[in-house]
């Protein structure tokens, strides 16, 4: 079984990013979007 990746757009990509400078921790950041915070901290 093949598991499918989501692909996402760029001003998505850029959102955490912004998020987490201004001061925002990545787990909240990541919780929200419905991100693993792995993947944000990648």
Do not use: C, H, W
Request: charged letters at 30%.
């Amino acid at each position: 079984m093949k598991i499918s990746r989501s692909t996402y757009t760029v001003e998505f990509k850029e959102l955490p990013v912004m998020r987490v400078k201004a001061g925002e921790s990545i787990p909240a950041t990541a919780k929200e979007l419905g991100l693993n915070d792995q993947t944000l901290r990648n």
